[in-house]
């Protein structure tokens, strides 16, 4: 493990402790642009999560709808509380080939799209010290005040994420500040995911804010408008 990545484990509560939690369990506000663009306003303004931390697994439910959907990298289901099946697709990805940007997504996208997403998320960084995760430190930047050291990461062929490489930034504390990513199934849209507000949670520090914009160039950011804003509520783990 490379010295960076070794700074960001520990200051985000250290690999042993890390090791006894199963899942994430997470009461979440999930808004922003995309999702007028793709026709499902507030689709995900009130939902509970569950990430799985041994495997990629997802699995988010709608209070008072009767609805869950379940994220696997191979297959997305929507199904009702009690689990019977509502719609599935296998090979999900493969659904957002020759989409534009105004397709309007169906629950499986809109299942697949956030489950990559928030799987990622709630797992970083430790999901970086797993194996066939390659990583390392790339030169500084400045930013708000602070020197950034970042991590460059190659995820394995069998994880899905947003994009195979993407760039995680940390503060001098070692704490996550943004996390630098394009989206494959957005044709490759640009993004940089701030995360802020940390709390502790049982001995592990999570970002309960975070907030995507796109971005130009070397990394400009694109304030408005905010493409994704994840608000976490409450958080446990099991």
Known sequence: MNALLDLAIKAHGG????KKVNSINVDASITGAIWFVKGRVDVLKNVVIKAETKRERL??????????????????????????????????RKSFEGQTLETPWDDVHVAYFSGEAMWTYLNI?????????????????QSDGETWRRLKVTFPE???SHTRTQ????????????????????????ALNYASDYRNVDG???PVTRRVVAYEGDYQPVREPVLVAIDMKEIGLL
């Open 167 to 190: 760039i995680s930034c940390f503060g001098p504390d070692g704490l996550l500040r943004r996390h630098d990513y394009t989206v494959d199934i957005l044709g490759g849209a640009k």
């Open 15 to 18: 690999l042993d402790r890390w």
């Open 125 to 141: 960084p430790f999901l970086y010290a797993e194996p066939g995760f390659e990583t390392g430190e790339i030169a500084p930047i």
């Open 59 to 92: 699995t988010m439910d709608f209070p008072g709808q009767n609805k869950r959907t379940v994220f696997q990298p191979d297959r997305v289901v929507v199904e009702t509380a009690e689990g019977k099946a509502i719609a599935a697709r296998d090979d999900p």
């Open 204 to 206: 592990i520090v999570f």
């Open 158 to 160: 069998n994880i899905r």
